[in-house]
């Protein structure tokens, strides 16, 4: 989750560190700047982003979220884009509101955050990735690829 717009806001970034948390269900780390770039107005160190790595069960339970009670309440949904993988076979699905995960209760939320999520697989090939993710039941898009 980036919150680089907003990373002098500590109630901001406390928010959003306890919603991330729920949503994953673990500890979401603050991830810091490697780099100096003034064009973005970012010094090295400060803070840019969120993250949360699922391993194992945890990250097997998420998908199953993602794909069975999240990605069917997104407003118009047709489908995940199958072009979006990274030539190595891990797959990025970005999420514009952050509201739509059961644990988040949008009256309560005070900004919409997005997100991204990113699925590293051991497969090889973007092809093998795909056609592992279809079996676990990740809706694409047909005929786009």
Same mark, same amino acid.
């Given at each position: 989750m980036g919150i680089g717009r907003v990373k002098d806001d500590k109630a901001f970034v406390e928010e959003s560190t306890n919603e991330l948390a729920?949503?994953?269900g673990q500890k979401a780390f603050a991830r810091k700047s490697r780099l100096a770039i003034s064009n973005f107005k970012l010094r090295e160190g400060e803070l840019i982003g969120l993250t949360c790595t699922l391993r194992g069960p945890r990250?097997? @339970?998420f998908l199953d979220k993602l794909i069975q009670v999240v990605l069917p309440r997104v407003r118009d949904f047709r489908g995940v884009s199958p072009k979006s993988f990274d030539g190595a076979g891990n797959?990025?699905?970005g999420i514009s509101e952050h509201s739509?995960?059961?644990e988040i209760d949008p009256n309560r939320a005070t900004k919409i955050k997005g997100l991204e999520v990113t699925i590293g697989t051991n497969c090889k090939t973007d092809d093998? @990735?795909?056609s592992f993710?279809?079996?676990l039941g990740m809706?694409?898009?047909k005929g786009k690829v």
């Open positions: 729920l949503i994953c990250a097997k @339970a797959y990025t699905l739509i995960f059961p093998e @990735a795909r993710l279809t079996s809706p694409f898009i």
